[in-house]
Nanobody, 129 residues
């Protein structure tokens, strides 16, 4: 069973930066998709960014140009660099992995959270103005 563990959340000021990490316990094979989702109080879980097996990436319009998703296959670790933070970025952030699919970030983003097999426990990000 793959276990994902997020770290790096916390509090930040608007305009500041935070970096989230997601370490996987082990993969018997590299997942086709990895992604970051977030859920703010009273709102549905939404996709933030996706990265496919080959490294292509897709971002939500709300974070495009400010967030960067990346992965280190040797370390089985997914990252989310968050710059120019805004108060509306406040949410619990989850990393997720999807075992099967297509090597396409557009696919990884469009399939939605319900198709992802493995999830981290979530890490709180709070941005103050």
């Amino acid at each position: 069973q793959v276990r994902l563990v997020e770290s790096g959340g916390g509090s930040g000021q608007a305009g500041g930066s935070l970096r989230l990490s997601c370490a996987a316990s082990k993969y018997t094979y590299s997942p086709y998709c990895m992604a970051w989702f977030r859920q703010a109080p009273g709102k549905e879980r939404e996709g933030v960014a996706s990265i496919a097996y080959g490294g292509s990436t897709v971002y939500a319009d709300s974070v495009k140009g400010r967030f960067t998703i990346s992965k280190d296959n040797a370390k089985n670790t997914l990252y989310l660099q968050m710059d120019s933070l805004k108060p509306e970025d406040t949410a619990i952030y989850y990393c997720a992995a999807k075992a099967f699919g297509h090597d396409s970030a557009d696919y990884c983003y469009s399939v939605g959270p319900n198709t992802y097999n493995y999830w981290g426990q979530g890490t709180q990000v709070t941005v103050s103005s």
